[in-house]
């Protein structure tokens, strides 16, 4: 979340206007963008779209590994480095899909660790594809987690902004008087 804070070069995400609202702003999901906090702009017809490129990417992958192994077999390598990589593909797949799951629910407690599963998630990428066409079915993947933050900073942002009523120069001055007279 940002609070009126933006990098120098980096677009407002703040409505065209001319205006820009004080406050936290909406982190952008990839392929939805800050759609997802009205739900306008279009976000039933981006879900669907992602819902069903993610179905096809993921076809279309397995297709992609299906011609891998039959040239494994064409290759002659033997049975059991056929077993081997069927079941490093589906080990990763599943691993890529629960950590690619728990993204969209919580953020990572060690994002170092997150990076070094990198490289396996990028071997089981059907099951991110799996797990993102499942997920979009309710909500833009990782909608709940970012709604939960901005709710939150909203909250926080409006909890200090009601705290800071009057003008505090004129609680200091007021202050000075007393203690000057006494």
Partial sequence: MSENSEAPGTPSAAPSGGS???????????????????????YGLRRAGVTAGSLVAAVASCFVLRFAYQGLEIAEVGSLVGMLVVLMFAVCSAIAFRRTW???????????????????????????????????????????????????ALAQYAKRRSSRTGNPAARRSAKGKRSGRG
């Fill in 20 to 42: 820009t609202t004080p406050g936290p702003r909406p982190e952008p999901l990839r392929f939805f963008g800050t759609t997802w906090v009205d739900h306008d702009g279009g």
């Fill in 102 to 152: 728990d993204g969209f629910t919580r953020r990572p407690a060690d994002p170092s660790a997150e990076d070094r599963l990198r490289g396996l998630k990028s071997i089981g990428f059907i099951g991110s594809l799996l797990a993102y066409f499942i997920r979009s079915f309710r909500e833009a993947p990782g909608e709940k987690l970012r709604r939960t933050e901005y709710e939150t």
